[in-house]
């Protein structure tokens, strides 16, 4: 048996339903290009599962909708998020799991930056580091392992309600 780093979570209530975003007549037509804001992509990743607990990032406050920053037009997205306790020992794999969620949802064209907040993590200068090199996580990403540790979390992402298919093999690193 494992023991865990935080055995007794705080578990806050999540947001009802999956999406506070109005729908749009001119969300259907597919000849306009869909702006992508903070909403969106706390969408996408609000239910991936933390990899120590069955429960969801929303629900142990790791990602918070007021964390993330989205430039549509400068094509870039900062998620920062916050671990459970100040020395967690899953930040990276947290981290890792947000990038591969968004990574697979987003338009290539998004420059995808994931932090630890500040203050949050006693290295979070290392996790931030790590999570940002193309190459430490395009390397990460080829571990068979731990590539179906970042599946298993995301197997529970939902988009819209609706259950997004894990492509198993290894994300796109832009």
Request: negative net charge.
């Amino acid at each position: 048996m494992t023991t865990l780093i935080n055995q007794n979570p705080i578990i806050y209530e999540a947001s009802a339903g999956h999406s506070t975003r109005e729908w749009r007549e001119e969300d259907d037509d597919e000849n306009l290009a869909d702006s992508i804001d903070a909403q969106e992509i706390f969408d996408l990743i609000r239910s991936i599962s933390d990899p120590e607990h069955p429960l969801s990032l929303e629900q142990l406050n790791v990602t918070q909708r007021d964390h993330i920053q989205v430039s549509d037009d400068n094509n870039s997205v900062l998620v920062e998020f916050t671990p459970t306790i100040p020395h967690c020992s899953m930040a990276t794999l947290i981290g890792l799991c947000i990038r591969v969620r968004l990574l697979r949802c987003l338009p290539s064209r998004f420059k995808v930056d994931i932090s630890v907040r500040k203050g949050t993590h006693q290295s979070e200068h290392a996790v931030n580091k790590q999570l940002n090199d193309k190459e430490r996580v395009a390397a990460a990403l080829e571990n068979s392992h731990l590539l179906e540790v970042v599946n298993q979390c995301l197997a529970t992402a939902t988009s819209g309600g609706v259950v997004v298919n894990i492509v198993k093999g290894p994300a796109i690193v832009n």
